[in-house]
């Protein structure tokens, strides 16, 4: 049994089992089976087919295209073009908040980034379509692109992240620098990087008069809705979002996109169901990436190794069009005590799509740099990483001074030390080999993410029949929503889970927010949880006013729900069953709402973060470079585990997400044309099985009363930060080489 | 121009028109038999999501040309489950979670069939990893795919190791 | 892709008549057609599939210790081949060091020889490619080329070829059996490839027509099989082309090397056979020095096209290794990590 811990406004308590319990994934019969059904899995009568064209250059206008030639291909039904799209009520480039980004929907000729969307092809099959596609032959008028972040003009920008100052200080860097005893300054430079869902983006987009159903994947359809009834003019309840499976989403699957609105319109001018799916090389371009980073980071140290000052200046790059800064800088605000912190950031536009959150944005890029940078400064010390880091612990967040809602970072960093084996470590580098030959290196790194939340909202209902049901409009890209909220709701309501109906995925449903920032457990469990708190208070109230019921009178210390029984506090002997207390007031249900968001008191006191520890191995062979990551421990403390078989799910997969950061992903780009040379799955690398033999993960316990009431911190993203550097760091404890450009190539290691 | 090719899908026997050389077994079976189980990750055979068992053997399916099958056997994903009962692969990765968003999980399944019944990985998990290396995992879950195929390898018979 | 006519002949002489047209190509597993035919690198108007010629499927191996593959034998299949594995043993390795598990199931012995580069270039239909579009010019030279070839390249092309397999082949001397519209003929391997020269359209020593039905290795090649290797750097530990790669083979004499085969791929257009520096280990001690001094004598020649300086002195290392692990003898079992570093050497260390 866990217990439930209630802030103010929930009347009684509720005691379950599902919350904590390791369950397998509710869903998974489906996906195992192949009966998961997917938005490019639907067939709706009538529909057809949609292919993109897309622009090869990478800056300038379409000239002209050769719809003739694609219409006179058999099977091709229609080709849309900014001649003939039908016409968008709301604009694609207006921007009314940070989080409404500007689209290329066929709205004029220009190009302003290569594979935008410059066309599209409806036929009768998809081969017919995607040689359409082809047919179209486009003429261009070329412009010289802008690319790589010496390609532009630097600008300061007025916000980076969300709404987010880009720049800050605290307290005098300069000063610090120069008191120093230790210095360090380094230059880390990332780079551009695509998300990679293993599911193309796809719409199924079917019209009936204004109303329109779709089969998406979305990470947030509450928005979505809102954006496209805005685009198309019509009511956002007439827009029926299915999304119950998302093939991926890390991010580029959190907003409406161009190819999205296009298959929508596409639908609209041929009058039947359409479906459009992205080819792989065309999620290289109008659905978001990663940007590249370039960190200039100086640090300083007294005699001890306490940190003097700490500045990271980041330049970025972001489209030509639109603003999305990657706040590489602030993972520096929270992790490490110093009584000096300066962030600056600065960006060039280059002629590429807008980058869009990318798993851990800001994070994943910064935390590289930061911690490869932490070991420098340690190795100039002579000083262990970890002892540096234990050194420089923050009691407080550096950055605001503000008290911690709870920070388990010491037990992540002594539990994941002990299993991985830390403290035999010699602190020189290319000091260990196995008993092939090859190089062995240990390198560390601090993981940390906020804990935020966003808001949803949730409506539970207890019916006659003693089963209850939660439904809220949540989504679930593998992370384990549908399986973890189920259990949150049938604590939420004190049934077993086998008694409890969880309905979710669609946009019928009440707005649960968006499925991202890795708040989506805070968030809509709490909603969750207040939802099935306000259903339980009326049941309590119908049954302690009811002088039938054993519950009679018991007002004034509360009862207890548990396993479908309400029982008196003051007596837990005498209870009865939902169903009976239903039946006797006459009632086939009850229903009750509950919003989760942020608590700002909460978050003005507090500063809230998971933290984790991350320890890597790696092998290299020390005349070819060639590096394998062959052990991964990684410790982590994010609050209150729903369900520890999904969380530790989440944490491999950031952790190879990290792996992948600093060893394998490059979207490599043509400085003559701007275009992606290596826009597929063969030559953008992401890791494979063989890659990542053994992982581990400590679920460190920790408790949070501040972050939400089930004390529920986020795990989608925090372990690509710390593996990341711990990675970069292993490779020099192995090799004695310091590579700074990531991901490390053969050559960095040859060439040093 | 229509040809006619003859497939064992599944286990049953299908005659199939098709007015299209184009047509490859991948977009067959997902846009013309709505047998969606099978995905599309990159259809360039880069990525092993739309992995199946084509005459006992996993293949590729976005890189074999429908038209050149006349005659030939074939098994998806939905046609692994035995009566109603999973089979052993599939229950192994709900047990061990070799699988998170599930885009990826029908080719791994499929790849994992294949690589039990050629035989040559044996109980070696290096083998094993290097065996599913051709099935890409963005979500990450290689650890419990891995665990999964050792699993539902020594709870197989020979007789199921080999029924590909 | 582009519509086409699709036949299937059940004769060679049929096959080759129906492909010696302008436009036509072979189709065999389809798996390096088809990705070129969805790219818009090939469009073919006539695909003639050979699937149904008999005959083209068997592995025959001679009482003299040669061997001769049918061009329609499984990559798998090859590698799985108990004997073939134990008497060439760096090319089953090697086999199994390329591409995925599916990939090979499906993929052909012929197939694999004529399989095209991968350069991103030559793949890109709106970048300058000569071997694609004669006389466009090369884009690679100046672009990402960091991949690109070493040796044998021309201002014309810096493309180099992707197959494993066709490296011990090279090594060992293998022989291209080819039909065509003027009667069987056999290609050495070596001169079955060519390099770009002015003319890098021109990939092949075969004919409009032509068929490769068999690839033979002859008697003397088995004689290497207790030491011979295949060594293959990657930016992955699998599923990834290869940087540089390395085919070793020995055959020893009394503590010398009487004969050493050496051959490296990722480096040219066409598997390099080092025949210079295989001269320079005649009579040879296996000695760490003399192979350090065989494999600079390999890449004598060699010149950067580009970004890939890096990419000489990583094949130096990689002959220099390759040669270590044949002397090191042939495992009884191919590693669990095919031609991969981190595969576990037998013998100790060798890793220096």
């Known amino acids: 049994m866990s217990d439930i811990a209630l802030t103010s406004d929930a009347a009684h308590l509720r005691q379950g089992s599902s919350i904590g319990q390791p369950l397998t994934r509710r869903d998974g019969p489906l996906k195992v089976t192949g009966a998961a059904r997917y938005a490019a899995d639907n067939h709706p009568d009538g529909m057809l087919f949609a292919v993109l064209a897309v622009s090869s250059i990478a800056r300038g206008r379409v000239l002209g295209l050769d719809v003739a030639a694609a219409k006179a291909h058999p099977g091709v039904v229609e080709v849309m073009t900014s001649t003939n799209r039908p016409p968008l009520a709301g604009d694609p480039e207006a921007k009314d908040s940070p989080f409404m980004f500007r689209m290329e929907v066929l709205q004029n000729d220009l190009v302003r980034y290569p594979q935008q969307p410059i066309a599209v092809v409806i036929a009768k099959t998809l081969e017919a379509a995607t040689e359409g596609a082809f047919l179209l032959t486009p003429r261009y008028e070329a412009q010289m692109p802008r690319v790589g972040l010496d390609g532009a003009e630097v600008f300061v920008p007025d916000s980076v992240g969300v709404g987010k100052p880009s720049a800050m200080q605290h307290g005098d860097v300069e000063a610090g620098l120069g008191a120093a005893s230790c210095r360090m300054d380094a230059t880390y430079d990332t780079p551009a990087q695509y998300h990679n869902a293993m599911e193309p983006h796809a719409i199924v987009a079917s019209w009936n008069g204004d109303t329109l159903s779709l089969d998406t994947p979305s990470q947030g359809m509450a928005m979505a809705q809102a954006r496209l009834a805005t685009l198309f003019g019509i009511r956002p309840g007439d827009i029926h979002i299915r999304s119950p499976f998302l093939g991926g989403g890390f991010g580029s699957k959190g907003l409406v996109n161009g190819p999205q609105v296009l298959g929508i319109l596409a639908a609209r001018l041929v009058g039947r169901p359409v479906k459009l799916v992205l080819r792989r090389e065309q999620m290289y371009g109008p659905v978001g990436h990663r940007a590249p980073t370039r960190q200039v980071i100086r640090m300083g140290t007294d005699a001890e190794g306490g940190f003097t000052a700490i500045a990271n200046h980041v330049r970025t790059a972001t489209s030509t069009y639109d603003d999305f800064i990657e706040p590489a800088g602030d993972v520096a605000h929270t992790l490490y005590a110093t009584p000096a912190l300066a962030t600056s950031h600065e960006a060039v536009r280059l002629d590429t799509g807008t980058p869009m959150f990318m798993r851990a944005p800001g994070e994943a890029s910064g935390s590289i740099a930061l911690e ?205 069953t939902y169903a009976e207390i239903l039946v006797r007031a006459g009632l086939s249900e009850i229903e009750g709402n509950g919003t989760g968001t942020a608590d700002p008191a909460a978050q003005n006191a507090f500063a809230m973060h998971a933290h984790g520890a991350v320890f890597v191995e790696v092998k290299v062979d020390p005349e070819f470079g060639q590096i394998r990551a062959t052990r991964v421990v990684g410790a982590f403390a994010a609050g209150r585990v729903i369900n520890p078989r999904m969380v530790r799910s989440q944490y491999y997969g950031g952790m190879i997400w990290g792996v992948s950061f600093a060893l394998h992903e490059h979207a490599v780009t043509d400085r003559r044309s701007g275009r992606i040379m290596n826009a597929n799955l063969a030559e953008y690398h992401v890791p494979v099985n063989a890659d990542v033999p053994s992982l581990e993960a400590i679920l460190v316990e920790e408790h949070d009363p501040h972050v939400n009431p089930l004390g529920i911190k986020g795990v989608g993203e925090i372990s690509i930060t710390g593996t990341a550097g711990a990675v970069a760091n292993a490779v020099w404890h192995a090799t004695g080489v310091r590579v700074r450009r990531f991901p490390i190539t053969l050559e960095a290691l040859i060439e040093a | 121009m229509t040809l006619s ?60 040309l429908a038209v050149a099958q006349d005659g030939a056997a074939v098994t998806t994903i939905e046609g692994l489950a035995m009566g109603g009962q999973l089979h052993p692969v599939q229950q192994a990765f709900i047990e061990h979670d070799g699988f998170q968003c599930g885009f990826c999980t029908p080719g791994q399944i499929m790849s994992a069939v294949g690589l039990l019944a050629e035989g040559q990985a044996g109980d070696d998990p290096e083998r094993v990893r290097e065996g599913m290396s051709g099935n890409l995992c963005r979500c990450g879950a290689y650890a419990g795919i891995t665990e999964a195929v050792l699993d539902a390898q020594a709870r197989m018979t020979d007789d199921q190791r080999d029924a590909a | 892709m582009n519509t086409f006519e699709f036949l299937r002949p059940t004769t060679i002489a049929e096959a080759v008549a129906a492909a010696a047209v302008p436009g036509a190509a072979y189709h065999a597993a389809g798996t390096n057609l088809l990705d070129l035919m969805k790219g818009g690198v090939m469009r073919p108007g006539r ?37 073939f594995a134990q008497r060439f043993p760096a090319v089953a390795e090697a086999l199994l060091s390329g591409a995925s598990a599916q990939l090979r199931n499906a993929a052909t012995v012929g197939g694999n020889l004529l399989q095209r580069t991968r350069c991103p270039y030559f793949y890109d239909a709106d970048s300058a490619c000569n071997k694609r579009a004669p006389g466009t010019g090369c884009d690679a030279r100046g672009g990402e080329n960091r991949l690109h070839a070493v040796l044998g390249w021309s201002d014309a092309c810096i493309a180099t070829h992707p197959s494993d397999f066709c490296v011990p082949l090279a090594a060992l001397g293998a022989i291209v059996e080819v039909v065509g519209r003027d009667g069987a003929r056999d290609v050495p391997l070596n001169g079955f490839h060519r390099l770009p020269g002015h003319a890098p359209e021109r990939e092949t020593a075969l004919a409009p027509g032509d068929l490769v039905v068999a690839v033979r290795l002859p008697a003397e090649s088995a004689a290497f099989a207790s030491h011979a290797r295949y060594l293959k750097v990657r930016e992955r530990t699998s599923y990834a082309f290869a940087v540089v790669s390395a085919a070793a083979a020995l055959r020893m004499e009394d503590g010398r090397i009487a004969e050493a085969r050496i051959a490296l791929g990722g480096v040219a257009l066409k598997p390099w056979r080092a025949e210079a520096a295989e001269a320079a280990l005649a009579d040879a001690r296996p000695t760490e020095d003399a192979f350090r001094q065989a494999a600079e004598v390999a890449l004598t020649e060699a010149r950067p096209s580009g970004d890939n300086a890096f990419k000489i002195e990583l094949a130096r290392r990689i002959v220099a290794r390759a040669l270590l692990l044949a002397a090191a003898g042939t495992p009884e079992r191919i590693p669990a990590l095919p031609a991969s570093p981190f595969a576990s050497a037998p013998g100790g260390l060798v890793h220096v």
Not at chain 1, 376 to 392: H, S
Not at chain 1, 509 to 514: M, N
């Open chain 3, 47 to 83: 695909l003639v599939d050979v699937n149904r010629i008999p005959g083209l499927d068997r592995i025959e191996h001679a009482a003299d210790g040669g061997v001769r593959i049918g061009a329609l034998v499984r990559n798998a299949d090859l590698a799985h081949d108990a004997l």
């Open chain 1, 372 to 576: 490869s940078a932490v070991d420098e400064m340690a190795e100039a010390c002579g000083m262990d990483p970890l002892a540096f880091r234990l050194k420089n612990y923050a009691e407080v967040e550096p950055a605001s001074g503000k008290p911690f809602s709870s920070k388990a970072l010491r037990e992540c960093y002594a539990q994941g030390a002990a299993r991985f084996g830390w403290w035999e470590r010699p602190v020189r580098p290319r000091q260990m080999r196995d008993a092939d030959g090859l190089l062995v290196g240990w390198g560390m790194g601090t993981a940390t993410f906020p804990a935020l939340m966003f808001a949803g909202n949730a409506r539970a209902t207890l019916r006659a029949d003693g089963t209850g049901l939660v439904e809220t409009g949540a989504h679930d890209m593998g992370q384990g929503a549908w399986t973890a909220l189920a259990q949150v709701a049938a604590d939420g309501l004190g049934l077993p889970l086998d008694r409890l109906e969880f309905r979710s995925g669609t946009s019928d449903l009440p707005d649960a927010g968006i499925a991202g920032g890795s708040a989506h457990m805070a968030t809509v469990s709490t909603a969750i949880h207040k939802a099935g708190g306000e259903v339980i208070a009326r049941l309590a109230e119908l049954a302690m006013g009811d002088e039938r019921s054993p519950l009679f009178g018991a007002g004034n210390m509360g009862v207890i729900a548990r396993g479908g029984r309400l029982h008196r506090l003051d007596d837990e002997g005498r209870s009865e």
């Open chain 2, 5 to 64: 090719i003859s497939l064992t899908l599944n286990g049953t026997s299908e005659v199939i028109a098709l007015e299209d050389p184009r047509v490859t077994l991948l977009d067959l079976l997902r846009e013309r038999l709505h047998l969606t189980g099978t995905k599309k990750g990159c259809d360039r055979g880069q990525c092993g999501a739309c992995t199946v068992l084509l005459d006992g053997r996993r293949t590729n399916a976005c890189l074999v």
